[in-house]
């Protein structure tokens, strides 16, 4: 079992930045895929972005290319969501989210493959 707890959210203006932090506890993180998705309100969930275990391998979603940077520190199991140029689009709550890949190089972008989620963490951009 893994428990997930997101942090870092809030209001920024339109261009501002914002690091969201997941942080793990449970069974072994450094074995674990980690993903970040958004759901703004009256759509559905929605891929951000994704990092292997080893951290080697990161892919992100269109939409959040070249603006939102993806990584992870093993040694204290929590995976960042640097977000930069903030848009009002970007508004959504945050999930992140955990699935256990023990290949160090696998990550994944379909919210079905992953096995345990965080409460999530709100962002607001404001125009």
């Known amino acids: 079992q893994v428990q997930l707890v997101e942090s870092g959210g809030g209001l920024v203006q339109t261009g501002g930045s914002l690091r969201l932090s997941c942080a793990a506890s449970?069974?072994?993180?450094?074995?674990?895929?980690m993903g970040w998705f958004r759901q703004a309100p009256g759509k559905e969930r929605e891929f951000v972005s994704t990092?292997?275990?080893?951290?080697?391998?990161?892919y992100d979603a269109d939409s959040v290319k070249g603006r939102f940077t993806i990584s992870r520190d093993n040694a204290k199991n929590t995976v960042y969501l640097q977000m930069n140029s903030l848009k009002p689009e970007d508004t959504a709550i945050y999930y992140c989210?955990?699935?256990?890949?023990?290949?160090?190089?696998?990550?994944?972008?379909?919210?079905?493959?992953?096995?345990?989620w965080g409460q999530g963490t709100q962002v607001t951009v404001s125009s």
């Open positions: 449970g069974r072994s993180f450094s074995t674990y895929a």
């Open positions: 990092i292997s275990w080893s951290g080697s391998n990161t």
């Open positions: 989210a955990a699935r256990w890949a023990p290949l160090s190089g696998s990550y994944y972008y379909l919210a079905a493959e992953y096995q345990y």
